[in-house]
T-cell receptor, first 113, second 113 residues
Framework: AQSVTQPDIHITVSEGASLELRCNYS??????LFWYVQSPGQGLQLLLK??????LVQGIIGFEAEFKRSQSSFNLRKPSVHWSDAAEYFC???????????FGSGTRLLVRP | GAVVSQHPSWVICKSGTSVKIECRSL??????MFWYRQFPKQSLMLMAT?????????EQGVEKDKFLINHASLTLSTLTVTSAHPEDSSFYIC?????????FGQGTRLTVV
């Protein structure tokens, strides 16, 4: 079955430290992959997306993600976390066959001062 | 950039009453819009796909008669929660695609008392 997995429910990092949020997908065809961020009580903001081409994707506010087909992964990274990055992060896969955007369970990022 | 607007941002209603949530694409036309439901600290679950001029497509387990969707124009989709009960309390989010990007409304917090 098609699915998106974010294995980490919570992650806590110190401000200034690097960050990596994991995302694995299960999809037979080439996936269209997205990372979104959600602040409490708000909608979703797109951080970055991957459709094809360069497997290292640059996003907004210093985020990047790398698509690794062999590992079915699309992990989100940031070299230096800011306190304002504390939020919920969702990985999503567009299922072209069913015309749906499917979300992972989310990872809550906490930032220590 | 493209904006999707939801109204209201929050609503409190009495059990047994109906509530309508609007989703508008402000600067583009959307033949298809998506409605999601998000429980606290959980991911977004696709409820239904709203199609302009035709019936909505509901996900398995979503009650069509409880969650009425109307997509009467290319810029407006509405979700009506009929005969709401406390278990319908949730955060509802709509989205619409423009090109290769999904834009999300700011969400509607529904509380049924």
């Amino acid at each position: 079955a098609q699915s998106v997995t974010q294995p980490d429910i919570h992650i806590t990092v110190s401000e200034g430290a690097s960050l990596e949020l994991r995302c694995n997908y299960s999809y037979g065809a080439t996936p269209y992959l997205f990372w979104y961020v959600q602040s409490p009580g708000q909608g979703l903001q797109l951080l970055l997306k991957y459709f094809s081409g360069d497997t290292l994707v640059q996003g907004i506010i210093g985020f990047e993600a790398e698509f690794k087909r062999s590992q079915s992964s699309f992990n989100l990274r940031k070299p230096s976390v800011h306190w304002s990055d504390a939020a919920e992060y969702f990985c999503a896969v567009w299922m072209d066959s069913s015309y749906k955007l499917i979300f992972g369970s989310g990872t809550r990022l906490l930032v220590r001062p | 950039g493209a904006v999707v607007s939801q109204h209201p941002s929050w609503v409190i209603c009495k059990s047994g009453t109906s509530v309508k949530i609007e989703c508008r694409s402000l600067d583009f036309q959307a033949t298809t819009m998506f409605w999601y439901r998000q429980f606290p600290k959980q991911s977004l679950m696709l409820m239904a796909t709203s199609n302009e001029g035709s019936k909505a497509t509901y996900e398995q387990g979503v009650e069509k008669d409880k969650f009425l969707i109307n997509h009467a124009s290319l810029t407006l989709s509405t979700l009506t929660v009929t005969s709401a009960h406390p278990e319908d309390s949730s955060f509802y989010i709509c989205s619409a695609w423009r090109g290769a990007e999904a834009f999300f409304g700011q969400g509607t917090r529904l509380t049924v008392v």
